[in-house]
């Protein structure tokens, strides 16, 4: 996908005067925090699982190449094909090629945020092969002119139930529905025909279990299962960071996976899916695929934003980021908004393209203590900040502002001159009020916010007068 | 004990009647209080900016100015977690400097912290009466365990009623330099912060970071409240009304 993180702000801007985000927003918040935080009770030793969690995926990241090696083998072992693409180009190629040697006219799609960064579906258009997606989200933003996704789990949030029902109306062609049941049948409905009559299926994979060869997929809706096993050629997107040893780290994940993303005890379907389909088998693909992608990825194993690679993309960092809950997902220009997002968006698509992202934050640590593998998402963004002003990537002015007030600072008596004098400045600007409406040395704060008056004189000023008056009393 | 107040460059700016009230608390715990002269700013916004060089100077400042004293106390978690969990990572690359920044780092304490687990402050000194509700802020409150400590301090006065509010650990949208970065977010933000505080219709919101009460404040007053109070906890716990 093409990035549009470049207009953060004016992004932001408009995200801010939209009325129908700002209900869901609202809405969204309640729903995926409250409710996170009752599932979370459930278990005895969140904080220990969460531990165990990180601990299991660093130690997948230390020799991501053997369990890699050891998943390729297990599943060839059970008849899949691994493939591997460096980045959304090469995932393109390898998917209109294996849709042509098995004649594929129809391809459903279950939710892949790998296929969203590789513009996946545009490839296969011009390849003559019809994508469908089939998670009900997904299927409104594409029938929408291949709108993006808002939030990695819960793609339309953005929208309103007025907008869901025209686009239903105008896409299938059928009486306007504005009650949700409605509404989802009618998708059920349009989406079973293509469940049938698609050649193949293409599904992202929440976790590889390299004992096994396994992908597994945690859903929802059950469009999961239908694409996975219907069609006769399944193929699996997915990211090399999303491999772990065992069934057992699978458990130890998946405690963690639904309670951190929707709230949930257990989602719906989790699907644990290997190999081709055996002769006494009832479904399942004739041909599995696996396309295990870097974009990436690679380059961060063993620098200093590696913890990245231990996200399990549940989205509990984006849910419970006061800067989400403001603007949304749109803002971010990219796949994957929130802190997250402000991280891997610059880190996929290059520092210099997302130079606001890793500064929307304002490091609250919120994401920090929700995220189920611990991954310190503020450090990550700060040092992303390091490495604007390291690469000279930050505007002259904040550079300059940034040496000059810190230069200053660490020169104490020219330090209290210049608060001396600023100190006045702001009291005479607030003309004997209490606050000061417009701030031309810092507009962005009294853009939406008054800017206190201070109290006239520095604490320095005042505790020598007070010290004076003390040595002369005594 | 031999006590170093940080003020912090916002107190010293802004709210210098902040620093008076975390002087005199000090004080009332029987501690004998030094505010080194030289001081200004613990770097901060220079560490949050990306600019490590900056932040390394000033840190190695501090170290020098407040390594002597056996605690060093600032009236706001941002600032204390900065000295205390922060300044050793910023000078990693120095091994003398890291050594005095990790020597420095446990002697560190936000105010309250402070006053409850160290001093043990046994009666507070102000006599404020009236309803307040309590902004946690998020430096303080995450990364020191900042909660209970000016909750305890505040029910040690009688006339105090706490009435919470709802999502008080939610950020205020303050962030440092993102609330001039990112104003529009910002004050969006705190709109959503200073609408939960009124809801308690509380005669003041209270918090131990001037940053945030800065924004809160701010915002407050944009949005027509000019009666709400928006006071640190030191002002409160030293209150005399």
Request: aromatic residues 6%; charged residues 25%.
């Amino acid at each position: 996908m093409e990035s549009r993180s470049r207009r953060f702000k004016a992004n932001a801007l408009a995200a801010l005067a939209n009325p129908v985000l700002q209900g869901n927003l609202k809405t969204a918040k309640g729903k995926f925090v409250d409710k996170r935080a009752i599932a979370i009770r459930e278990i005895d030793d969140f904080e220990g699982t969460r531990e165990a969690a990180k601990n299991l995926r660093n130690r997948v990241l230390e020799n991501l190449d053997l369990w890699l090696e050891q998943f390729e083998e297990n599943a060839s072992a059970r008849g899949a094909t691994v493939l591997w693409a460096k980045d959304g180009a090469e995932i393109c190629r390898h998917v209109v090629e294996i849709g042509k040697r098995h004649d594929v006219k129809k391809a459903a799609k279950s939710k892949s945020m790998l296929s969203e960064e590789a513009g996946l579906n545009h490839a296969l258009t011009a390849a003559g092969i019809q994508p469908v997606e089939t998670d009900l989200g997904e299927y409104i933003l594409q029938i929408n002119d291949n709108e993006p996704p808002s939030h990695i789990i819960a793609p339309v949030m953005h929208k309103g139930l007025d907008e869901v029902a025209d686009l239903f109306e105008k896409t299938h062609k059928t009486p306007r529905k504005t009650e949700i049941p409605a509404l989802t049948r009618e998708a059920r409905e349009v989406l079973r025909e293509h469940f049938l009559t698609a050649d193949m299926g293409i599904s992202g994979g929440n976790f590889l279990v390299a004992e096994t060869g396994s992908v597994a997929l945690v859903t929802n809706e059950g469009n999961g299962r239908m694409v996975t096993t219907l069609p006769k050629v399944h193929v699996v997107v997915t990211g090399i960071e999303k491999v772990i040893p065992t069934l057992e780290d699978l458990s130890t994940l998946m405690r963690l996976l639904p309670r951190s993303a929707t709230g949930q005890s257990i989602s719906n379907y989790v699907s644990v899916l290997t190999g081709v389909k055996q002769p006494d088998d009832h479904d399942g693909p004739e041909h599995l695929y696996f396309i295990l992608v870097d974009n990436g990825r690679a380059e961060l194993v063993g620098s200093e934003f590696q913890d990245m690679l231990r996200c399990i993309r549940c989205g509990a960092c984006m849910n419970h980021c006061p800067v989400y809950q403001t603007i949304g997902g749109h803002a971010y220009g990219w796949v994957y908004p929130g802190p997250m997002g402000s991280i891997l968006t610059p880190l996929y698509t290059g520092i210099e393209n997302a130079i606001d992202l890793p500064h929307a934050a304002t490091l609250c640590n919120q994401c920090g203590v929700v995220c189920p593998v611990k991954i310190p998402l503020p450090e990550l963004l700060r040092k992303l900040r390091e490495t604007q002003v390291d690469t000279h990537l930050r505007p002259w002015f904040e550079r300059i502002a940034l040496k000059a007030w810190a230069w200053v600072a660490a020169h104490p008596k020219l330090y209290g001159l210049g608060t001396w004098f600023g100190v006045r400045y702001l009291k005479w600007l607030a003309g004997g009020k209490a606050s000061i409406p417009v701030l031309g040395t810092a507009p962005g704060w009294t853009a939406g916010r008054d800017f206190p008056a201070p109290e006239g004189r520095t604490f320095r000023e005042q505790y020598a007068a007070m010290r004076a008056e003390r040595r002369k009393s005594s | 004990m031999r006590v170093a107040l940080f003020v912090t460059c916002l107190v010293d700016l802004m709210r210098p009647r902040i620093g008076f009230a975390a002087l005199e608390l000090l004080e009332t715990a029987g501690c004998e209080v030094i505010v080194p002269e030289t001081q200004t700013c613990c770097g901060q916004p220079a560490w949050n900016s990306g600019d490590r060089a900056a932040a390394a100077l000033l840190a190695k400042k501090v170290i020098a100015e407040f390594e002597a004293y056996e605690y060093v106390v600032a009236p706001s978690g941002s600032c204390a977690d900065q000295i205390r969990n922060e300044y050793p990572g910023i000078l990693a690359e120095e091994p003398d400097w890291h050594g005095r920044a990790v020597a420095l780092a446990s002697r560190v304490y936000e105010l309250t912290d402070f006053l409850v687990n160290v001093a043990r402050l046994g009666a507070v000194p102000g006599n404020f009466a009236g309803s307040v509700t309590y902004h946690d802020s998020c430096t303080g409150l995450r990364s020191l365990g900042i909660k209970t400590q000016p909750r305890a301090l505040l029910a040690q006065l009688p006339g105090v009623e706490l009435r919470e509010m709802n999502a008080a650990e939610d950020c205020c949208g303050f962030g440092g330099t993102f609330s001039v970065k990112f104003g529009e977010i910002s004050a969006a933000i705190a709109e959503r912060k200073c609408t939960n505080a009124c809801a308690t219709h509380a005669d003041a919101i209270v918090g131990g970071d001037l940053g945030c009460l800065l924004n809160i404040e701010g915002k407050l007053r944009r949005m027509g409240d000019t009666t709400t109070r928006v006071l640190h906890v030191a002002e409160v716990l030293t209150a005399k009304e």
